[in-house]
């Protein structure tokens, strides 16, 4: 098995206007369009045209979901017609009857789509698209991908099991979240897939009126969140190692039970000191993560 190639993800601010391309170090490419913000990578002999088939379909991604926007901020959307928004819909419908709207598969479903567009009948052996953290993977037979993840681990994805997503939620991550995890990082089949597990067991990480955790509504932060009224974190004061301990516990739990439906392969999740995982994850310390 070749070794993998650890994935950086990315960090600055968007640009305005229309889809912004850039060349990046280490032959990846940086494409940015409003607040979607995607670093590309591939290896094989096409990898040019794989690039100019990821360039294409970025072009559109953005006016895609736009137009279908209050439908994808609805926990009960009807009709989506874009290929993207389906595929957002399709990867929360599992989780229901919690409350979940289409968005919180929207960076997972994003870089699953501009992935198939750069793979599509070409001959790459290796190739991702990071959506600032939320990773769709290709693998061609006896290769390997590695990511880092919080901590100082890092997860590596072979080609031989079945996951090709990658997503990470939390607490002070891009998005709201319900619960007080520092990060959890799910594996399954899809980036779609893993971005709604992981916001739903980042969700799940919690401490019900704990005293050290304060919640906002979530408008009041974000006028616009698909959340609404709902609470969302907004601060965690310390906590005992007994309190730690039972909201890894739930997190635990609410992955187990995904795990048993098989809507993931993977989880690890990060409180403070803590780390529980679950699953076929190679998770790995990388004394060389910087």
Same mark, same amino acid.
């Given at each position: &098995?070749?070794?993998? $190639?650890?994935?950086?993800?990315?960090?600055?601010?968007?640009?305005?206007?229309?889809?912004?391309?850039?060349?990046?170090?280490?032959?990846?490419?940086?494409?940015?369009?409003?607040?979607?913000?995607?670093?590309?990578?591939? /290896?094989?002999?096409?990898?040019?045209?794989?690039?100019?088939? !990821? &360039?294409?379909r970025?072009?559109?991604?953005l006016?895609?979901?736009?137009?279908?926007?209050?439908?994808? $901020?609805?926990?009960?959307?009807?009709?989506?017609?874009?290929?993207?928004?389906?595929?957002?819909?399709?990867?929360?419908?599992?989780? #229901?009857?919690?409350?979940?709207?289409?968005?919180?598969?929207?960076?997972?479903?994003?870089?699953?789509?501009?992935?198939?567009? &750069?793979?599509?009948?070409?001959?790459?052996?290796?190739?991702y698209?990071?959506?600032?953290?939320?990773? *769709?993977?290709?693998?061609?037979?006896?290769?390997?991908?590695?990511?880092?993840?919080?901590?100082?681990?890092?997860?590596?994805?072979?080609?031989?099991?079945?996951?090709?997503?990658?997503?990470?939620?939390? #607490?002070?991550?891009?998005?709201?979240?319900?619960?007080? *995890?520092?990060?959890?990082?799910?594996?399954?089949?899809? !980036?779609?897939?893993?971005d709604?597990?992981?916001?739903?067991?980042?969700?799940?990480?919690?401490?019900?009126?704990?005293?050290?955790?304060? #919640?906002?509504?979530?408008? *009041?932060?974000?006028?616009d969140?698909?959340?609404?009224?709902?609470?969302?974190?907004?601060?965690?004061?310390?906590?005992?190692? !007994?309190?730690?301990?039972?909201?890894?516990?739930a997190? /635990?739990?609410?992955?187990?039970?995904? !795990?048993?439906?098989?809507?993931?392969?993977?989880?690890?999740?990060?409180?403070?000191?803590?780390? #529980?995982?679950?699953?076929?994850?190679?998770?790995?310390?990388?004394?060389?993560?910087?």
């Amino acid at each position: &098995m070749k070794s993998g $190639r650890r994935v950086i993800v990315p960090t600055g601010g968007n640009k305005v206007g229309g889809p912004q391309i850039t060349p990046l170090s280490g032959n990846r490419l940086h494409l940015n369009h409003g607040p979607i913000d995607l670093v590309l990578w591939a /290896e094989g002999r096409d990898v040019a045209q794989a690039y100019r088939q !990821a &360039m294409d379909r970025f072009a559109h991604v953005l006016e895609e979901l736009v137009a279908e926007l209050p439908a994808l $901020r609805s926990p009960a959307p009807k009709a989506l017609q874009g290929p993207i928004a389906q595929a957002m819909a399709a990867a929360v419908a599992p989780f #229901r009857p919690a409350f979940i709207t289409p968005m919180a598969a929207v960076a997972g479903a994003v870089a699953d789509a501009v992935l198939a567009a &750069m793979c599509n009948d070409l001959a790459l052996t290796r190739a991702y698209v990071n959506n600032g953290g939320d990773i *769709a993977v290709h693998l061609a037979p006896g290769q390997s991908l590695t990511a880092a993840m919080a901590g100082g681990a890092r997860l590596v994805l072979h080609h031989d099991q079945a996951p090709r997503g990658i997503a990470t939620s939390g #607490r002070g991550g891009r998005s709201l979240s319900r619960g007080i *995890a520092d990060s959890v990082t799910v594996v399954a089949r899809t !980036a779609a897939m893993a971005d709604a597990a992981a916001t739903m067991i980042a969700n799940a990480v919690d401490l019900p009126d704990h005293p050290a955790i304060t #919640r906002r509504p979530a408008r *009041a932060l974000q006028a616009d969140s698909d959340l609404g009224d709902i609470l969302v974190t907004t601060g965690v004061g310390p906590l005992t190692q !007994a309190g730690i301990s039972q909201a890894l516990s739930a997190g /635990e739990t609410a992955a187990r039970a995904y !795990a048993a439906q098989g809507l993931i392969a993977g989880t690890a999740l990060f409180l403070h000191s803590e780390t #529980r995982t679950l699953g076929t994850l190679s998770l790995v310390k990388d004394p060389d993560h910087v």
